[in-house]
C-alpha cells in the first residue's frame, strides 16, 4: 500500500487478479480509518479501464451513460464497493487459513452466476470468446470481476494468495514469487516501512 496520497488513477496495481485489484482500492479495513479510492462511478470506470477491463472509448461512453443516470450510476458503485469487500472477506479468510462465510460466498457465488448468465460468444482475435456486449448497463464492470473472483477461487493459484502482512493495510495479492515467499503488497512501500520498524526496534533495544 503506498504512503502517497493515493486515487485510482496513482493506487498501484499489485493484486494479480483483477477481482484482488478492485479489493485494493480500500485498505484500513481492521484498525481503520478505511481509506476509500472508489468515491465516484466514474472513479470505478478509470479502475476499469486502468486494469483494461475496458478500452478508454468504453469508458467515455459508460461516464455519459452515467452522468445521465445518476441515481442508478451511485446503485451501481454501492455494489461495487458491496462486491469488493465480500470479495475481501472471502480470500483473505483463505490467506489466514480460515473458511469464508457461508453468507460471503453465496454473495459471490450469486454474483459470479449472474455474470456468467451475461456472457456471450463473440468472434475474437482470433476464434472465439466470451464478452459482455451490453455497454448500456452500468453494472456491466462487475461482470467481469465476480467472474475472475470465481475463477481464482477454484484454481490452483488460491493456495498463492496472501494479505499484505502489514499491519492495517489489508491489501491483497497472489504470490507468483518462486518459493512463494513474499510477504508485503509492495517491498517499496509496505515492506520497506516493515523493515524501519524491525530496524528501528533493534536500536532501541540494543540501547
Known sequence: MSSTVETVETVDLVGGDVALDLVNTGSRREGGPFRERLHTYADLVTWAVRVELIGAEEGARLRAAAAARPDEASRVLERARALRETVYRVFAAEARGDAPSPEDLAALSEAAADAASRRVLAAGRPGYEFAWPQWEALERLLWPIAMSAAELLISDDLARVKECATDNCNWLFV???????????????????????????RRRGAG
Open 175 to 201: 504470490d507468483m514469487s518462486r518459493n512463494r515467499s513474499r510477504r508485503w503488497c509492495d517491498m517499496k512501500d509496505c515492506g520497506n516501512r516493515a523493515k524501519a520498524r524491525r530496524h528501528y526496534a
